[in-house]
Structures are given as C-alpha cells and as structure tokens.
C-alpha cells in the first residue's frame, strides 16, 4: 500500500496532467497562481515534484574538467556517480543573477503578481544572492529566502511556501506572508548526515579541514548535522551500519519532541537506494509518520557528498 503522500502527490500529477493538456475549442486556460514559488535544485525536487506543487526550479552548475552541465537538466545524479568513479574532479557553482531573472521574467509572463524565491542557505553557496540581486530589477515583486537548509530542508521550505501560495477561505495569498512560511519551515530545519569520505567537503570548503582530518582519524565515521545554515561535526561512530542507525535515532527523538503530526521527514541519498528506502521504512513504523519522502540529491550536493551519502531530514510541516 502506498504511503498516503504518494497517492496526493499521484492525484496532483494526474490533475496537473489534464491542465497542461493543449485545452480544446472553448477550453479555459487555467489562471496562474497571484504567488509564484521558485527554488534551486539543491531542493532534492524531482520533476514530478514541482509539476505537482508548482514550483519553478533554477538549476545550479556543474563543471566536470572542461564539461559544464546544469544540475537535474544535462546531468543525474546516475551521471554524477559515473563522473565521481571516473577519477574526473567535479566542481559546482551558483547560477548567474540571470538565470533568476529569466525566472523571474517567466513568472511575470504567466500573470504572477509576486514571487517568492526559496534557496540554499547563505552560508553554502552564493545562491540566494545572486537571486536577491536578479530580485532588484525583476518586473515584479520578489521575496528571497534564505533557507539556512539544503537538500529537503530547502525542499520542504519551497513545498511550505507552495503551499501558502494557494491561500486560504479568506482570500488569496500575498507575498509576504508565503515567504514567512518558507522561512519559518526552513529555519526548523533538523538534519544530520554521513558520508563515505570527507574530502568532497573539504575540497569544496564546506567543511574545515582541522575537522574534516579529525573525522578521519582512527578509522572514525562521523555524524554531520546542518545546523542554522553550516555544516558540523555532531558525532563519530565506528562503523557505516553504526552510522546508519544514529541517523535512524536523532531522527526519531526529534519527531518524537515535536510530535509526528507536525512534521515533515525526509530520507536522501546518492546511490544508496535501499539503504534509504530502509531507514524510511524504520522511521515510518517507528514514529508513526506515514509521510517520509525518499529522494536522490542531484549532481551538485552529491559532487559535495559523494556516492554513499545517506541523510535524514526533519522539518516543521
């Protein structure tokens, strides 16, 4: 039996479906949302995902030696894996201010009245500023948030802002008010996560390298937690099934503290499907949470983490 947010998200895609069909003589066109929520592709969103929440979605780059990709549309986290084996070194880097004003100019053109624009925390990536800069010459009102998140942190921030972006029985949404939603949801972030290696981090300085040899040490596996935006070092344990089962248990006491029906979890990876697919199921029966998205993070978390990631995520709902 599928979990019940995978039946939403199924009669979403269906409905979404039947609106993007080319309408028929007399058809109506289907208004466009007054907020339009756009995020970053570090959000761990699939496709399917931001068709169903209407969400727009701004790839970030990848450079692998002299190739460049965009993140979830030239490369897959199946490619990014293939690159990591091949020995090639992997780089990622912000989108141009551009990228969002295209985006922004896009949401303009279908009849927003605002955006509210959801990314990857300050302290990882020049991401938000570079939308905060398209946001002063954008046609329309902009809101930029700053998640302190990535991966489903910053996932479940953008899905909370869609979310408010429907409105309520007392009128439709403003702005402001559905960029709060995104900031509160980001900012209740909880998330912890390991890693094969540390050297992604390091070398891509997301981590310091005083820690990253720390980690190292006495064959040592560490627990990373994102805390308010930055990545630390929480724990260490001995062994990856060790590793796997604290994630499993700060997990759980922190959906255990804030109560199941006031979450959202998430389970992410790169290449370990099972393992994630596991830990998801371990979380639903243990919490009683029915709603645990599993998802692959794309190429440029995943140049940062490496093949073997495996992270859980804890949000308000």
Known sequence: MPPAWAERVARRL??????????????????APRVVVVTDSTSCLTPADAAAWGID?????????????????????????????SGRRVTTSQPPPAAFTTAYEAAAARGAAEVVSVHLSGELSGTVRAAGLAAQLAPLPVHVVDSRSAGLGLGFAAL??????????????????????????????????????????????????????????????????????????????????????????????????????????????????????????????????DEVLVREVGAVLGGHLGVGALAVTVTDR
Do not use: M
């Not at 269906?14 to 208004?31: I, T």
């Not at 979605?57 to 293939?82: H, M, T, Y």
């Open 14 to 31: 269906r409905r979404g479906a039947r609106a993007v069909a080319d309408p028929g003589p007399g058809d109506a066109v289907p208004a």
């Open 57 to 85: 979605v701004v790839p970030l780059d990848v450079a692998a030696d002299a190739e460049r990709f965009r993140d979830g549309v030239d490369l897959s986290p199946g490619d990014l894996a293939a690159l990591l084996a």
């Open 160 to 289: 909370a802002a869609a979310e408010a972006a429907r409105g309520t029985v007392w009128g439709p949404a403003d702005g402001e008010s559905v960029a709060g939603a995104a900031e509160q949801v980001g900012r209740s972030t909880a998330a912890w996560f390991v890693v094969d290696s540390l050297d992604h981090l390091r070398r891509g300085g997301r981590l310091s390298a005083a820690a990253a040899a720390f980690g190292n040490v006495l064959g040592l596996r560490p627990v990373l937690a994102l805390h308010d935006g930055k990545i630390e070092v929480a724990e260490r344990v001995r062994t990856r099934r060790a590793a796997r089962d604290r994630l499993h248990a700060l997990a759980l006491a922190e959906v255990e503290r804030r109560g199941a029906r006031a979450v959202r979890v998430g389970v992410q990876h790169l290449g370990r499907a099972e393992v994630a697919a596991e830990v998801a199921e371990r979380l639903r029966s243990a919490a009683g949470v």
